[in-house]
């Protein structure tokens, strides 16, 4: 009998157990891979669903609503200004309609934030607590209950505005917190659904696989050739999926880049003119042939703002017919603007296409306003796709946003040239009388002298300080420059001046008012009236919050090419939260609200900038408050050592 070697015998006794296990594992793997295969699409296909039914239930409305309630807001102060203008009272129930409103929307915004994120929840009740505080300034300042004298009004719309402002921005915040509560869920649902595409991918590769390698094990060479034919076959069905996959993928990029592009050259301008211009551009030829943009005016007609065509001549042809009226409205564009959605359709339309051919016509739409259409023309023998109107709609509403903020950017514009021009006429028309009565009182101090004459001398001054006042924060609120005529200027002669004009007060007052100019200090050059308004406005606000036996302090000491100023006191201080704010125009804290105007500083902010320097101040609370200026050294007195006196009043 014949032996076998042990290695042999050894390999022998392996393939048993070996080719059970080797079998064995790729059919369970292959089961569990199909199970997987029918279980992973039912389970993404119900999260997918009930994400879609959250953003259709909840999200939807939730943002439609949202901008219902910033759209009421935004109306109510146009109507508060109507009831001051016209004292109709239809203008009052129209405010109380639009607050109803609003807490209509309020009451349905809170079922659905709750469900939607806790941002969005947040950003209700903080929009309903600005909304609340507005409404009680409102009521507080009577700005609905009787008709108010023009001073008045303005007085009580500035200081309401800010909070106005802040009620408007939290609806804007709470409109695009639930805009990100859908984006959420959108995203989740492109996430789930990438990787149901790669799990489905990998488990099915596996499975085959797995398949593969059972085959081999257990099936005949023909089986395995047919194995191999089938997976020949989806190779070449994916690597032509793969390719139209590519191909899909590098359009979706130009697209995404060319929309890109689009969007920084329609924010590069708030011209109205030059925005047009560039969506007509942007149109013709990267979508067709020839465009028109047909835009609605303040009259409710149709103009033709923009025509473009690609052909040089055809333009310049063109270019005639833009400002026109469209009179009569075509049937399309009248139902494109009214439902909102764009439209392939097939016609002529003059003048820009004289023979028929494939028209897309799209709504311009900005916060919920049709602001106008785009008609685009296609190139002779080609016809708009869907994946034309996405491109088409996508523009439209980049170009909707910058049609809509350079038209609000020209409102306000003209709002601020209109109150320029309306200051200064009042200011000059305001100036005759208040000489007049100077004047009388000059003469009248020739002859008796009395204290009521000192009073109406003393009150016509502060009139004409206001006054001036007034047109200096117009022109810093404008974005000019105040007005400074610089020259070489004494810094310790200024603050002796200074010292003058206020050591009375100071008496009466008891308090300490004194100024230190140090040895070095040399001239600045700036302008002598600006400097002395800075120097009072903050000498008379320090002056203003110091108490009994408190004190004032001005210093002058040099600080490189500047010379430093600093006016010190000894009052109750300025929290550090509203230092920021201590500049801004009508700024006044809570306890000090009827002791001015709230113009000194912001003005005192624009001259010293006006000169190069910089204005700040530190304060502790309960300590007192110290203001710092600087001013630029006089070029002929910079690098040369002066060494005047010390002088300590």
């Given at each position: 009998?014949?032996?076998?070697?042990?290695?042999?015998?050894?390999?022998?006794?392996?393939?048993?157990?070996?080719?059970?296990?080797?079998?064995?594992?790729?059919?369970?793997?292959?089961?569990?891979?199909?199970?997987?295969?029918?279980?992973?699409?039912?389970?993404?296909?119900?999260?997918?669903?009930?994400?879609?039914?959250?953003?259709?239930?909840?999200?939807?409305?939730?943002?439609?609503?949202?901008?219902?309630?910033?759209?009421?807001?935004?109306?109510?102060?146009?109507?508060?200004?109507?009831?001051?203008?016209?004292?109709?009272?239809?203008?009052?129930?129209?405010?109380?309609?639009?607050?109803?409103?609003?807490?209509?929307?309020?009451?349905?915004?809170?079922?659905?934030?709750?469900?939607?994120?806790?941002?969005?929840?947040?950003?209700?009740?903080?929009?309903?607590?600005?909304?609340?505080?507005?409404?009680?300034?409102?009521?507080?300042?009577?700005?609905?209950?009787?008709?108010?004298?023009?001073?008045?009004?303005?007085?009580?719309?500035?200081?309401?505005?800010?909070?106005?402002?802040?009620?408007?921005?939290?609806?804007?915040?709470?409109?695009?917190?639930?805009?990100?509560?859908?984006?959420?869920?959108?995203?989740?649902?492109?996430?789930?659904?990438?990787?149901?595409?790669?799990?489905?991918?990998?488990?099915?590769?596996?499975?085959?696989?797995?398949?593969?390698?059972?085959?081999?094990?257990?099936?005949?060479?023909?089986?395995?050739?047919?194995?191999?034919?089938?997976?020949?076959?989806?190779?070449?069905?994916?690597?032509?999926?793969?390719?139209?996959?590519?191909?899909?993928?590098?359009?979706?990029?130009?697209?995404?880049?060319?929309?890109?592009?689009?969007?920084?050259?329609?924010?590069?301008?708030?011209?109205?003119?030059?925005?047009?211009?560039?969506?007509?551009?942007?149109?013709?030829?990267?979508?067709?042939?020839?465009?028109?943009?047909?835009?609605?005016?303040?009259?409710?007609?149709?103009?033709?703002?923009?025509?473009?065509?690609?052909?040089?001549?055809?333009?310049?042809?063109?270019?005639?017919?833009?400002?026109?009226?469209?009179?009569?409205?075509?049937?399309?564009?009248?139902?494109?603007?009214?439902?909102?959605?764009a439209q392939i359709l097939s016609a002529t339309f003059e003048p820009i296409a004289t023979e028929r051919r494939s028209l897309m016509i799209v709504p311009l739409v900005s916060r919920g306003q049709t602001l106008g259409v785009v008609i685009v023309v296609a190139p002779a023998g080609r016809v708009f796709a869907g994946e034309d109107v996405a491109l088409a709609s996508?523009?439209?509403?980049?170009?909707?946003?910058?049609?809509?903020?350079?038209?609000?950017?020209?409102?306000?514009?003209?709002?601020?040239?209109?109150?320029?021009?309306?200051?200064?006429?009042?200011?000059?028309?305001?100036?005759?009388?208040?000489?007049?009565?100077?004047?009388?009182?000059?003469?009248?101090?020739?002859?008796?002298?009395?204290?009521?004459?000192?009073?109406?001398?003393?009150?016509?001054?502060?009139?004409?300080?206001?006054?001036?006042?007034?047109?200096?924060?117009?022109?810093?609120?404008?974005?000019?420059?105040?007005?400074?005529?610089?020259?070489?200027?004494?810094?310790?002669?200024?603050?002796?001046?200074?010292?003058?004009?206020?050591?009375?007060?100071?008496?009466?007052?008891?308090?300490?008012?004194?100024?230190?100019?140090?040895?070095?200090?040399?001239?600045?050059?700036?302008?002598?009236?600006?400097?002395?308004?800075?120097?009072?406005?903050?000498?008379?606000?320090?002056?203003?919050?110091?108490?009994?036996?408190?004190?004032?302090?001005?210093?002058?000491?040099?600080?490189?090419?500047?010379?430093?100023?600093?006016?010190?006191?000894?009052?109750?201080?300025?929290?550090?939260?509203?230092?920021?704010?201590?500049?801004?125009?009508?700024?006044?804290?809570?306890?000090?609200?009827?002791?001015?105007?709230?113009?000194?500083?912001?003005?005192?902010?624009?001259?010293?900038?006006?000169?190069?320097?910089?204005?700040?101040?530190?304060?502790?609370?309960?300590?007192?408050?110290?203001?710092?200026?600087?001013?630029?050294?006089?070029?002929?007195?910079?690098?040369?050592?002066?060494?005047?006196?010390?002088?300590?009043?």
């Amino acid at each position: 009998m014949a032996t076998t070697p042990q290695h042999e015998r050894r390999s022998i006794w392996r393939v048993g157990p070996e080719s059970t296990w080797t079998t064995m594992l790729p059919v369970v793997f292959v089961i569990i891979s199909l199970i997987s295969l029918v279980i992973l699409p039912i389970v993404v296909s119900q999260h997918t669903a009930r994400m879609r039914d959250e953003i259709t239930g909840l999200a939807e409305p939730a943002r439609h609503t949202a901008n219902d309630v910033q759209m009421a807001i935004a109306s109510e102060l146009d109507t508060i200004i109507a009831f001051q203008v016209t004292e109709q009272p239809h203008f009052r129930d129209a405010f109380v309609k639009l607050i109803a409103q609003e807490a209509a929307g309020y009451q349905s915004l809170g079922k659905l934030a709750p469900k939607l994120n806790p941002e969005v929840n947040h950003d209700l009740e903080k929009l309903i607590a600005q909304s609340n505080l507005w409404h009680k300034r409102v009521q507080d300042g009577e700005l609905l209950q009787r008709r108010l004298p023009a001073d008045v009004l303005n007085t009580r719309l500035f200081e309401r505005q800010p909070q106005y402002e802040k009620t408007l921005a939290a609806a804007n915040d709470l409109e695009l917190a639930v805009q990100d509560a859908v984006d959420d869920r959108l995203k989740s649902i492109r996430d789930l659904e990438r990787w149901n595409i790669f799990l489905t991918i990998a488990l099915t590769l596996l499975a085959l696989t797995a398949a593969l390698l059972v085959a081999r094990l257990g099936r005949q060479m023909r089986l395995l050739a047919a194995e191999a034919m089938a997976r020949r076959r989806d190779a070449e069905r994916e690597a032509a999926d793969a390719k139209i996959s590519r191909a899909d993928a590098q359009r979706e990029e130009r697209r995404a880049a060319f929309l890109a592009a689009a969007g920084q050259e329609l924010t590069a301008s708030l011209d109205f003119a030059e925005t047009i211009s560039t969506l007509a551009r942007l149109h013709v030829p990267n979508l067709g042939e020839a465009c028109a943009i047909d835009l609605l005016e303040g009259d409710g007609v149709l103009h033709r703002a923009a025509v473009r065509h690609r052909d040089e001549v055809r333009d310049a042809e063109l270019r005639q017919h833009a400002g026109t009226v469209i009179d009569p409205m075509p049937e399309p564009v009248a139902r494109v603007m009214d439902e909102r959605t764009a439209q392939i359709l097939s016609a002529t339309f003059e003048p820009i296409a004289t023979e028929r051919r494939s028209l897309m016509i799209v709504p311009l739409v900005s916060r919920g306003q049709t602001l106008g259409v785009v008609i685009v023309v296609a190139p002779a023998g080609r016809v708009f796709a869907g994946e034309d109107v996405a491109l088409a709609s996508e523009l439209a509403r980049h170009g909707s946003l910058a049609i809509d903020n350079a038209r609000l950017y020209l409102d306000s514009q003209q709002a601020v040239r209109a109150r320029e021009e309306v200051l200064a006429i009042v200011s000059h028309d305001l100036r005759n009388p208040l000489n007049a009565v100077m004047l009388a009182v000059q003469l009248m101090k020739e002859e008796t002298s009395s204290e009521e004459l000192e009073t109406i001398e003393l009150s016509a001054q502060r009139m004409r300080r206001l006054i001036e006042d007034l047109l200096d924060v117009t022109r810093l609120e404008g974005g000019k420059q105040l007005p400074i005529e610089p020259t070489a200027l004494e810094v310790r002669p200024i603050l002796a001046e200074m010292y003058e004009l206020f050591k009375t007060q100071a008496s009466t007052s008891s308090i300490a008012l004194r100024y230190d100019v140090d040895d070095d200090v040399p001239p600045v050059y700036a302008d002598h009236h600006r400097v002395a308004q800075v120097l009072s406005n903050l000498i008379g606000n320090s002056m203003k919050f110091t108490p009994s036996d408190g004190r004032v302090v001005v210093r002058a000491k040099r600080s490189g090419d500047e010379v430093l100023f600093t006016v010190s006191d000894t009052g109750p201080g300025i929290p550090h939260k509203n230092l920021k704010d201590i500049f801004n125009p009508y700024w006044q804290a809570k306890r000090t609200a009827r002791l001015g105007a709230g113009l000194g500083l912001p003005i005192a902010k624009g001259i010293v900038e006006a000169h190069g320097g910089r204005i700040w101040a530190e304060s502790d609370p309960g300590r007192g408050t110290t203001f710092y200026f600087t001013l630029p050294v006089a070029r002929s007195a910079v690098g040369a050592a002066e060494s005047p006196a010390h002088s300590t009043r």
